[in-house]
């Protein structure tokens, strides 16, 4: 192997490793995620937010893509640059096909071998090669499943986040102004409890699913940052409450929305010296864009 052999093939290696260590953290580490999918996701965030006025409902949806796409994109590059030194005399043709030594052949190569589709009018022919195919071929099937089961669990936790701004929303809604525990306390106290287990659920969904932060809704009644600053009303109120059940329950809630605001402190550059600073900060950053109805005189 001559000297531009040898940078294909370290090249080609490091592309592949990237693309590994990119795939682990973001679908088998439980409180991360990769440095090409939190770049990417980053990215079109802030591009939307400074394009439109304010956060798109679609832009991590299309991140999503984008990162899929850079997935696929490196383990194809990555393995065609593998290949390159060893075209054509490590690759048995078939009938009329012609002989190539350029960088489309090993895409087109490496590709084939990815997607698993196995056209088999070229075929690796050194053992070393064959190996090298066959894992590719491995790690395209199992890239494929990995990337489904990464959306089909990022959307539960987009849910039981809507579903938690949705339950504070409720409870707004039906307390009576300027005393929202004009019931019985146990029953307050219940309640309060519930929607301290349901923003504990979501702290772990931000760190397990840190994808899941650049999502915006479509409606603000099921946006939580829209919300949040609501819940701290309530543990404020209940902490202020002479029965020792709403104090308690208070206290939770107060604690569930601490380690909400660390997670946001630490994992998306919400600097803020308390909670109520952390979650106004959170707040401006997912702002609805403005409609056009709220520009009209």
Request: glycine share 8%.
């Amino acid at each position: 192997m001559d000297f531009w052999d040898v940078v294909w093939t370290v090249a080609g290696a490091g592309l592949i490793l990237l693309m590994l260590v990119d795939v682990f953290h973001t679908l088998l580490y439980p409180h991360g995620s990769g440095p090409v999918c939190r770049t990417i996701m980053h990215g079109c965030w802030r591009l939307s937010r400074i394009s439109k006025g304010g956060a798109s409902s679609i832009a991590a949806p299309v991140a999503m893509a984008a990162v899929i796409f850079a997935w696929a994109a490196m383990a194809i590059l990555g393995w065609a640059l593998l290949y390159l030194p060893h075209l054509p005399e490590g690759f048995i043709y078939g009938d009329r096909v012609p002989r190539e030594a350029d960088f489309l052949e090993a895409v087109y190569v490496s590709m084939v071998t990815l997607s698993t589709v196995g056209f088999g009018e070229v075929v690796a022919g050194y053992p070393l090669l064959r190996l090298v195919s066959a894992a590719q071929a491995v790690t395209g099937f199992g890239l494929l499943t990995a990337t489904v089961s990464w959306i089909l669990q990022m959307y539960p936790a987009l849910n039981r986040r809507r579903a938690l701004a949705h339950q504070l929303n409720l409870f707004r809604e039906a307390a009576t102004p300027g005393d929202p525990f004009s019931m019985d306390p146990s029953h307050a106290a219940g309640l309060l409890e519930s929607l301290a287990g349901s923003v504990a659920a979501v702290s772990i969904d931000l760190l397990a699913f840190h994808e899941t932060y650049y999502f915006q809704e479509v409606e603000q009644r099921g946006s939580l940052p829209a919300t949040v600053t609501y819940a701290q009303e309530l543990a404020s109120a209940a902490r202020g409450s002479d029965h020792p059940d709403l104090q308690f329950a208070g206290r939770m809630l107060e604690a569930a929305l601490e380690d909400l605001a660390k997670v946001l402190r630490g994992r998306f550059g919400h600097a803020g010296a308390t909670s109520s600073e952390v979650f106004e900060h959170y707040s401006t950053h997912h702002r609805h864009r403005r409609s056009p109805e709220a520009d009209t005189p």
